[in-house]
């Protein structure tokens, strides 16, 4: 089998299959444009010896003849061009979008692992250059193939011994090109990387900039950033170099050519094999040739860049993908909520396990409060509910079904998130609330004044169409947590799971959330990762997680009187919520 780097661009012929009208069309066009050449070439053999005779009435209608075939010519240009656009920009796309379409299934472990700058740079200006490529293969490469190809075949025609002389030359041609190739496939290479790891290392920038700043480090970062330009300068002056040498390589070995047809057409007219009319079309030939040599060894170092550009692209496909639904998964429909961990087992790596025969069991409509030490396992518990990972023993069951048995999407249509950290698309509210689910303004409304936010975002001058910023810069932290509750409670989803955020708000902010909170979470099963001493103490029962292992349970009275792990916990973690209470 070939691996995606091996196949290059030939994997995306299958991709042209759906645009062969257009490439029919277009190819017509190309086969009348490249077989103009051939005629211009016999007009040039006739042209000569006209005009050195004198001959002004057949030099005018051989004239008239070659300006009516540029004509034709030009205008099938334009329609292989203009018809061969297309398919080229579509293929790219298409390749855009199956990889975007893997991006948002690769395991979110390996995801994590990704740089964003990076993964940008190859979304961008990888997809356009072999986008780029594609094109000039189609509509440039190929044509000027084909001239290369009519033209050789005319000149064989006209003196088949002066062309196989000439043809001598060609291999050194070809492995030259190729030589250059490689190398400049690997320059290109080294240089893309160059430019994703600048992009990358610019996301961190602009990310860490007010860290940068409180830290007085931006001669630091100033210093990386021009450490990494001058790499991408240097890989850049490479290809740069590589090609600069190139084009005098192959003039010079076109010139050689030039003269050497020039001494052998003089001895094979000498010797009587060739008439000055043959040795016009001839030298005309040659001269035709020209423009496609150029073409082709140009779009051979695009082309090899473009490879390059492919082969980053596809790595994305290499990336571990998600587990796929089980072939014989049944449709859940609406869920109770009755929660149970069954002896559940599980480690990123299987040799450390995080989570360590964990039994639990939420009844629906309970709320469950999850606290522990940081690293205990808290996260990856809610990561597992929601088929991010898969527990490697034991069950997670929901209304007595194992969770592994259902499709990730219908589970995650009943299991909603509302996470520490807020992120929200830049777009208006009413669509940070709908995430793509298609519900009425009238829901959208509904599950807005369940998160207490209603009244917020309608007071915006612009309600629910006001636009939220990148990262919802624009509306308060507390808002921002209001918005995220009514996202998730918009699909009515059976199972509440809640990261309660760490960083303090202010007491009417956090008031208004817990409100929010409150609201949505009455008529759900809810599981908490808490960190407020309100939410445990509302909580019906809670655990003590502690190296992926419950340590102990109950209430928040009783765990209180109990003593011990809880308490110290509660002393510490909740310390702020007590001195407010
Ligand atoms: P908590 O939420 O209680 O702080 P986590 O569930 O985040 O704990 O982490 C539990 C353990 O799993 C930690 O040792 C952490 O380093 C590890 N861990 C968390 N996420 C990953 C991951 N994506 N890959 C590998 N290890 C991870």
């Known amino acids: 089998m070939l691996t995606p780097s091996q196949a290059g661009f030939r994997r995306l012929l299958p991709l042209l299959r759906p645009h062969l009208r257009e490439l029919l069309w277009g190819g017509c066009c190309m086969v009348i444009y490249v077989g103009s050449f051939p005629l211009l070439v016999q007009l040039a053999g006739d042209l000569f010896p006209a005009l050195g005779s004198g001959d002004l009435a057949r030099v005018l209608q051989l004239i008239g003849l070659a300006l009516l075939i540029f004509a034709v010519q030009k ?15 579509l293929v790219s796309q298409d390749l855009r979008r199956d990889l975007f379409r893997r991006l948002q299934t690769v395991e979110l472990g390996a995801l994590e692992k990704l740089s964003a700058g990076d993964l940008t740079y190859r979304f961008t200006e990888d997809a356009d250059r072999v986008s780029e490529v594609l094109y000039k293969t189609i509509h440039d490469t190929v044509p000027s193939v084909l001239q290369l190809v009519a033209v050789l075949g005319m000149m064989l025609w006209l003196d088949w011994k002066l062309t196989l002389a000439i043809l001598l030359l060609a291999p050194v041609i070809v492995w030259l090109i190729s030589l250059f190739g490689a190398r400049v496939m690997a320059a290109t290479e080294r240089s893309q990387k160059k430019v994703s790891e600048l992009a990358g290392l610019l996301g961190e920038a602009i990310e860490g900039l007010p860290l940068v700043r409180a830290f007085a480090a931006e001669p630091w970062l100033q210093d990386r950033f021009e450490t990494e330009i001058d790499q991408h300068r240097q890989a850049r002056h490479r290809t740069y170099s590589l090609v600069a040498l190139q084009h005098p390589v192959v003039g010079i070995i076109e010139v050689v050519g030039l003269f050497a047809v020039l001494a052998l057409g003089a001895w094979r007219i000498q010797s009587g094999d060739l008439s000055i009319a043959g040795l016009s079309s001839y030298l005309t ?119 592994s048995l ?5 589970l995650r249509q009943q299991v909603a998130l509302v996470p520490q ?59 921002l947590q209001r918005i995220a509750i009514a996202r998730a409670v918009l699909g009515n989803p059976a199972l509440l799971l809640l990261d309660e955020a760490t960083s303090a708000l202010d007491a009417e902010a956090e008031a208004a959330v817990q409100l929010g909170l409150k609201q949505a979470m009455k008529g759900r099963t809810v599981l908490v990762i808490a960190h407020r001493l309100a939410t445990v103490q509302e909580a019906d029962r809670i655990v003590v997680l502690e190296k992926g ?26 310390i702020r919520d007590r001195q407010k209470s």
Do not use: W
Request: aromatic share 6%; net charge negative.
């Open 75 to 89: 205008i099938a240009q334009f329609g292989q061009d203009s018809l061969l656009a297309g398919p080229a920009l």
């Open 406 to 410: 259902m499709r990730a999407r219908e």
């Open 421 to 479: 950290r807020t992120t929200v698309f830049s777009g208006t509210i009413a669509e940070a609330i709908r995430f793509g689910r298609r519900a009425t303004d009238d829901e959208v409304r509904d599950a807005a004044r369940l998160a207490n936010a209603d009244d917020f975002i309608r007071a915006l001058p612009d309600g629910y169409d006001t636009q939220l910023e990148e990262r919802g810069t624009n509306v308060s932290g507390g808002q």
């Open 549 to 574: 292992a419950v340590v102990d349970r109950g209430t928040h009275d009783e765990l209180m009187q109990r003593g011990g792990r809880y308490r110290e916990l509660c002393e510490r973690q909740f």
């Open 285 to 403: 030939g040659l001269i035709v040739l020209i423009d496609p040599i150029a073409h082709v060894t140009n779009n051979f170092n695009e082309f090899q860049q473009g490879q390059a550009s492919l082969r980053r692209l596809r790595e994305i496909e290499r990336e571990p993908q998600e587990a796929a639904d089980p072939a014989d998964a049944q449709a859940i429909g609406a869920l109770q909520g009755d929660l149970v961990f069954d002896q559940v087992s599980f480690g990123y790596d299987p040799a450390q396990p995080v989570l360590r025969q964990l039994n639990l069991r939420v009844d629906a409509g309970q709320v469950l409060a999850i606290v522990g030490p940081s690293g205990a396992g808290k996260s990856t518990l809610l990561s597992l509910l929601l088929r991010f990972n898969t527990a490697q023993q034991g069950e997670i069951r929901l209304d007595g079904t194992d969770i």
